[in-house]
């Protein structure tokens, strides 16, 4: 019994917690958020992040919300844009996201997934998601 009672406890922490930074996403596109170009994807595609959603909640990892348009996305009616929370560990060069919005053409919500505690993954040299490493994490000193 109390093996249940745990296990659901988590359960409900983690649907909190990826409730919680989906609402963060839409209440930052509601706000205004301005949000800083600092490259193009692979495609040619305008890639921004926003400078006021950086933290450091670790010595060595950053946490920042970027702005794109994926070209498979296009597809969806309407589709807009997407905006995924991104953590990046600056030592080790990994990243995970832990949440994607994708947005219409006139902002409103169509889709969000959260999805805390994905599995990191290398992050490739001369992407994107590498100038993005550079942009946001601090200068380390060896």
């Not at 659901?8 to 989906?22: A, E, N, P, Q, S």
């Amino acid at each position: 019994m109390f093996y249940k009672r745990k296990n659901m406890r988590k359960r409900f922490l983690v649907i909190l917690t990826g409730l919680l930074i989906c609402l963060t996403a839409i209440a930052s596109e509601s706000r205004g958020v301005q949000w800083q170009y600092f490259t193009e994807d692979g495609s040619g595609n305008p890639v921004y992040y926003d400078p006021g959603s950086v933290e450091s909640p670790a010595f060595d990892v950053v946490r920042v919300w970027i702005k794109y348009r994926t070209p498979y996305r296009n597809l969806l009616k309407d589709y807009g844009f997407s905006v995924t929370w991104i953590k990046i560990d600056c030592f080790r060069d990994k990243l995970t996201s832990e949440a994607i919005v994708d947005f219409d053409s006139m902002g409103g919500l169509m889709s969000s997934v959260s999805s805390p505690g994905q599995p990191w993954f290398s992050i490739p040299p001369g992407t994107f998601y590498a100038k993005l490493q550079g942009t946001v994490c601090p200068v380390w000193i060896p």
